[in-house]
């Protein structure tokens, strides 16, 4: 049994990952201010200790540190568009607290941190398959803090031995999604839109493309930067995606049922597509869930 912390871990991808380490029989501090506006609801694994505490505190979270082994970092200002009309809050949060995160895991001398970071930050200039290598394209202020986010990483791990790995997510999606608002996810609002029989709101034209990946491949990932012991894999970047990718125009037909065009949003890329190598043959990872099987499986459980 090992000793964790996940910041974030009420929300999505977080309270997933928090079951999986529960479910081993580790102990796990959560660290969540729980205020994700697209959560309809957040989280809470009893079996955790939960502590609604913001990374943006240091001297809150500091001595949450100590004889903790492993942190997996989630916790952020997770979406592109509302992270233009508030720049300094998803500045501080993704930037300083994710500073906040490693000092105080480089002080209480934590083994490792794996940080979740985004695709976004490829832009518009890299073209698809995207790797690790090309240099970032940051359009908002969420991809430039989470750029920076590594840098830090790395830093930490090439100054102080502190050991990290960056993980790099393509759009997640799967069970507790997030549903509220214009800007939640797009698999989870196009099935909430199809059970209340509405029509699902194509962005623009429908034709970017983006790569989804299923939210338990993305916690299998998670364990794998946990569990690998390798010098390749430290400070290091490793993409999270499938190496396939739809439109949404593409997922509205594949759920179907009525849509309809609704006005393009600014500072998005047109295509997203993961080269998937690296992790593949560093971490011995592959997704295993198919977009297409996944929607079939819900709508049959839903009908």
Same mark, same amino acid.
């Given at each position: 049994? $090992?000793?964790?912390?996940?910041?974030?871990?009420?929300?999505?991808?977080?309270?997933?990952?928090?079951?999986?380490?529960?479910?081993?029989?580790?102990?796990?501090?959560?660290?969540?201010?729980?205020?994700?506006? &697209?959560?309809?609801?957040?989280? @809470?694994?009893?079996?955790?200790?939960?502590?609604?505490?913001? =990374?943006?505190?240091?001297?809150?979270?500091?001595?949450?540190?100590?004889?903790?082994?492993?942190?997996?970092?989630?916790?952020?200002?997770?979406?592109?568009?509302?992270?233009?009309?508030?720049?300094?809050?998803?500045?501080?949060?993704?930037?300083?607290?994710?500073?906040?995160?490693?000092?105080?895991?480089?002080?209480?001398?934590?083994?490792?941190? =794996?940080?979740?970071?985004?695709? &976004?930050?490829?832009?518009?200039?890299?073209?698809?398959?995207?790797?690790?290598?090309?240099?970032?394209?940051?359009?908002?202020?969420?991809?430039? &803090?989470?750029?920076?986010?590594?840098?830090?990483?790395?830093?930490?791990?090439?100054?102080?031995?502190?050991?990290?790995?960056?993980?790099?997510?393509?759009?997640?999606?799967?069970?507790?999604?997030?549903?509220?608002?214009?800007?939640?996810?797009?698999?989870?609002?196009?099935?909430?839109?199809?059970?209340?029989?509405?029509?699902?709101?194509?962005?623009?034209?429908?034709?970017?493309?983006?790569?989804?990946?299923?939210?338990?491949?993305?916690?299998? $990932?998670?364990?794998?930067?946990?569990?690998?012991?390798?010098?390749?894999?430290?400070?290091?970047?490793?993409?999270?995606?499938?190496?396939?990718?739809? &439109?949404?125009?593409? =997922?509205?037909?594949?759920?179907?049922?009525?849509?309809?065009?609704?006005?393009?949003?600014?500072?998005?890329?047109?295509?997203?597509?993961?080269? @998937?190598?690296? =992790?593949?043959?560093?971490?011995?990872?592959?997704?295993?869930?198919?977009?297409?099987?996944?929607?079939?499986?819900?709508?049959?459980?839903?009908?």
């Amino acid at each position: 049994m $090992a000793n964790f912390i996940v910041t974030g871990g009420k929300g999505f991808i977080g309270s997933h990952l928090v079951d999986k380490l529960v479910e081993k029989g580790h102990y796990v501090i959560v660290i969540d201010n729980e205020s994700a506006e &697209s959560n309809e609801r957040f989280y @809470i694994n009893d079996k955790a200790t939960n502590m609604k505490s913001d =990374i943006n505190d240091y001297e809150d979270i500091e001595p949450l540190f100590y004889d903790v082994d492993i942190v997996f970092h989630l916790a952020s200002e997770a979406r592109l568009q509302p992270s233009i009309g508030n720049p300094l809050l998803t500045l501080k949060t993704n930037y300083q607290g994710t500073a906040n995160v490693l000092e105080a895991s480089r002080k209480h001398k934590v083994k490792r941190v =794996i940080f979740s970071s985004t695709s &976004s930050s490829y832009g518009r200039k890299n073209t698809p398959p995207l790797k690790e290598d090309m240099i970032p394209d940051c359009l908002t202020p969420y991809s430039a &803090s989470k750029i920076g986010a590594e840098e830090l990483c790395k830093l930490y791990y090439h100054l102080y031995g502190l050991e990290t790995v960056i993980l790099r997510y393509f759009n997640v999606y799967g069970e507790r999604h997030p549903l509220k608002g214009p800007y939640a996810p797009i698999i989870g609002r196009f099935l909430k839109q199809w059970m209340y029989h509405k029509p699902m709101t194509v962005v623009g034209d429908g034709s970017k493309r983006r790569d989804y990946t299923y939210v338990d491949d993305v916690i299998n $990932a998670n364990i794998l930067a946990l569990k690998r012991d390798s010098d390749r894999m430290l400070g290091e970047v490793f993409n999270v995606g499938t190496g396939r990718n739809y &439109s949404s125009l593409e =997922i509205a037909l594949m759920i179907g049922g009525d849509y309809k065009f609704i006005e393009d949003r600014p500072a998005e890329a047109q295509e997203t597509l993961a080269d @998937i190598s690296k =992790i593949k043959n560093i971490l011995g990872w592959y997704p295993k869930m198919s977009l297409e099987n996944w929607i079939k499986n819900f709508k049959d459980v839903e009908v």
